[in-house]
C-alpha cells in the first residue's frame, strides 16, 4: 500500500444555506478543494452523506456531484456511516489511492438539514439508532445521551457544571473560524442557565444542526512534487464499530467502537498519545467529549471532566480540542461533519490556522468521527511532512 497525502482542503461556511441545494454545496466544497490542490479533475469521488434520501428526496449522489462539479464520467459513489458518513468516505478515497487503484481522489461530505421541520429532522437522524429497540420507543439522540450523561454524573459524581469547560472551550474557539455557525463566547452562567432539552442535557450542550460540506484531494505521497497545494500525509484513517443500542453494551459509558478504532490508528501511525497535538472529537453532545477522551485512552475512565477542568484542551493546552470550534460552535451538518474536522486538522498541521487558534507547533493532528451513539467511529491521524 502506498503512503497517501491530502494536497486540497476544501469547504463551505456552516450555515442554513436557503440558496443552494445539495448538489451546489457539495460541488462548491469539492472545486474549491480541487483549487487548493491545482488541479482541474480527479479519477474518483466519494461522498459522505446520511440522510439525502429522506430529506433532500435525491439519492445517487456521488454521479450528480461529479456531474455538477464538470466531473461526469469519473468513479463516483455516496458513502453512509450516520454521522460519521464523511469520514467514512474519507477513507474510501484513502484506500483507493493507497492502493493504487487510482492516483488521484476527492472525498466530500455534505448535509441539507436545515430546510425540513424539526420534526422531519429529528426522525431522520433517530434512523442512525437501532429502529426496533431505541428509535420505536421514542428515543431520539439527545434522548440517548441524556441517558448517558445521567449515569456519568451518577457513577462519578459529578454535577451538571462540571461539563462546561467543553461548551465554553468550544465556543471560544469557533469565534475566530470564519466559516463557523456560532461565533460567540459563551460563559459558565450562560452554560448553567441554558435552556434543558433533555434532562440534563441543555441547549449548550448541543450541537446545532445544519447545511455544509467539506472537502479534500488526496494522492500518492510520491506525486506530492507535482502539485502546488501544501500537502499533508495520512498517517492513519481506520474504523471500529460497536453495539447499535446502548442496551447491548457490558457498560455503555465505556464507548469501545471509539477504543477500537483509536487504538487501530495509533497502531497504524506509529504514535503515542504522547505525539498527538490535537484532538479533534466528535462533541455533538457534551458528554461525548468526555467519553472520547477516555475511550481513546487520553484519561482514565471517569476522569474526563476533571481533567479538561485544567483547561488543558484550549489550543495552547496540553491537547487541544475543537480548535475551530468543534460541532458545537461550528455547527453540525452531519453527513459532511468528519471532513470538516478532517479539512481543520490539517489546516493546523499546515499552520495556516487563525492565530488566535493556531496550535504552536502541530505536528500530528487525532480526529474523530462518531455515527450513532458509537456504533460506528473512524478515527484519523494526519502528520506534518
Known sequence: MRQVAIIGLGQTPVREHWEKGIRELAANAVLDALE????????????????????????????????????????????EAACGSAAAS???ALLAVASGAVDSAVAVGVEKLTEMSGTATTAGLATAADSDYEASMGLSFVAINALLMQRYMYEFGYSKADFAPFAVNAHDNAKYNINAMFRYSVS??????AKVICDPINLLDSSPIADGAAAVVVVPLEHVGRYP???????????????????????????KGVQRSAQKALKTSGKSHKDINIFEAHDAFSIMSALSLEASGFVEFGHGLKWAAKMNIG???????????????????VGATGLYQIVEGATQIRGTAPSEIQVPDARCAMMQNIGGSGANVTTTILGKL
Not at 462539479?69 to 468513479?75: K, L, N, Q, T
Not at 459558565?188 to 442557565?193: G, K, R, S, V
Not at 453495539?243 to 447491548?248: A, K
Request: charged letters at 20%.
Open 90 to 92: 474519507f477513507r474510501q
Open 36 to 79: 487548493d490542490a491545482g488541479l482541474h479533475r480527479v479519477e474518483a469521488l466519494y461522498v459522505g452523506n446520511m440522510l439525502s434520501g429522506l430529506l433532500a428526496g435525491q439519492e445517487n449522489l456521488g454521479a450528480l456531484i461529479a456531474e455538477t462539479a464538470g466531473m461526469a464520467g469519473i468513479e463516483a459513489i455516496k458513502v
Open 188 to 193: 459558565m452562567e450562560q452554560y448553567t442557565n
Open 229 to 255: 497545494g501544501q500537502a499533508v500525509l495520512i498517517e492513519a484513517c481506520e474504523i471500529g464499530t460497536d453495539t447499535i443500542s446502548l442496551d447491548n453494551r457490558e457498560n455503555p459509558l465505556q464507548l
Open 315 to 333: 489550543p495552547g493546552g496540553d491537547l487541544p480540542m475543537s480548535t475551530f470550534g468543534g460541532l458545537k460552535g461550528r455547527g453540525h451538518p
